[in-house]
């Protein structure tokens, strides 16, 4: 505990009144920065490369699988009022949900291993964020020209041109935004239909609600917002530190071998002028997406997309020095000198092994799983209204409501028995035919004679068999429910 003596030490900041309305503005000091507009240079190299390469795979997924065709439906499409959810051959219902949570363990797991081996390689070059951001900025700069003309641009008083301009550059942006929350709407309603829809002005109130609203996200987000999505609400910025280590690869700068920095005549000899590599031009900066600058160190803003590598790359082959002033590389590396072999064999470490046998063993398993599952899926619901009854003839009688699930992309014949009492019996029909894709309820009626035996809830099987038109068989399946006799 503080003595009275040590507590009287300590400088205590006097509280200052509130300043009155009139006081005036100048007295006041803001608690906010105000944001800075980043203009991104553009940036020609290999990461550039790989980078519109996955910006035109992740789009042309995007947007054309919406009009892939599988048979007489669309490939991908997940139709929430009917409860099916249809992936190219496959057909999955609710009750298959099990595949949807595999799918995010696969993707955390995914995540977690890309970020041991190479920090944040989803956000440099597949995040959506990213992808749009690039998109958005290729159209700006087609319109406003690159870094320093958009600058100029910006500003220059209004003017016809900077009308035309601007304005050409947000109607290219809202119509591509348009056309991202149509394409989206498409997953879920049969894009076809959407778009005769919107043709014939009949779209429903819901369509128009998610297509303006991905639309206004697309545009807000990757138009305006940009790096400050990925600086202040994507959580993963904050705990990327959690699965980086030494061995992690990061874009580094060679600190050792660009500094002293600063300006040189290219015939000038660096080591005369007590220079290092970097010649202090801030291209590194003006290409950065985020607008940090790398020779400060790794940042938690840094997305990992190598532009500043590109650039710096450019600039060292134009001053005649060797590459990888920035670069690629983990922290063991840079301190230890090690060549990229000795990295990659740093890479592949305990850790990355470790997510590397528990995610393929969970493809494997959803893999096998998919692979082997039964065309049709069966549930037995018991009918609440009539939990067992007395029927004539002395019977005692159970309902039950079967759901009928066909997976298939042809129709299903459905069969089934019962059995686990004496004297048990169907008094209702056991054939059913059900449509490709399609589920049907059917209701059951069970029947054991009185005294068959004791009262309470005994065990009993449906045993189903599904056979396809020809009457090959489709699959078998055992359901376990219960047979109730009153007191």
Known sequence: ????????????????????????????????????????????????????????????????????????????????GARRFYIFGLVLYPQDFIYLTALLVISALSLFLFTAVAGRLWCGFACPQTVYSEIFLWIERRFEGDRSARMRLDASPL??????????????????????????????????????AILSLGLGPWEIFWVLFYSFA?????????????????????????????????VTYDQGRGEPRGARSKKADPKVQGLGACVDCTLCVQVCPTGIDIRQGLQYECIGCGACVDVCDTVMDKVGYARGLIKFST??????????????????????????????AIILAVGLSLWSRDPFRVDIV????????????????????????NAAEQNLYFQWQVDGLPGLRLVTESLVDVGATE?????????????????????????????LPHGELAGQSSEKTVFLIPR
Request: charged fraction near 20%; glycine fraction near 8%.
């Open 159 to 196: 003017s016809v041109n900077k009308i035309l301009r601007k304005g050409g550059k947000q109607i290219a942006w809202i119509m591509l935004s348009l056309w991202t929350g149509l394409s989206f709407v498409g997953y879920f309603t049969p894009i076809r239909e959407l778009t005769n």
């Open 382 to 405: 018991r009918d609440r209204a009539t939990m067992a009854r007395w029927v004539a003839g002395g019977h005692i009688e159970n309902v039950y409501r079967l759901q009928l699930m």
């Open 331 to 360: 922290q063991n590396a840079m301190e230890g000198g090690w060549n990229w072999a000795q990295t990659v064999r740093r890479i592949f470490r305990p850790r990355v092994w470790v997510y590397s046998a528990v995610l393929w």
């Open 439 to 467: 589920s049907r309820w059917v209701s059951v009626r069970l029947q054991v004679p009185d005294g068959a035996a004791p009262a309470g809830s005994h065990p009993i099987h449906f045993r189903f068999t599904a056979r």
């Open 1 to 80: 505990m503080s003595t009275p003596e040590a507590r009287s030490s300590r400088s205590v900041l006097p509280i200052q009144p509130v300043p009155a309305e009139d006081e005036g503005e100048g007295d006041r000091t803001s608690l906010y920065q105000a944001h800075q507009k980043i203009y991104p240079r553009s940036v020609q190299g290999v990461f550039a490369q790989w980078r519109w390469g996955m910006v035109a795979i992740t789009q042309l997924v995007f947007y054309g699988l919406p009009w892939l065709e599988w048979g007489q439906r669309q490939a991908v499409l997940f139709d929430l």
């Open 218 to 250: 697309t545009y807000g987000n990757a138009g305006f917002m940009r790096e400050q999505v990925c600086k202040y609400m994507c959580p993963y910025a904050r705990f990327q530190s959690a699965m980086f280590d030494r061995d992690t690869l990061i």
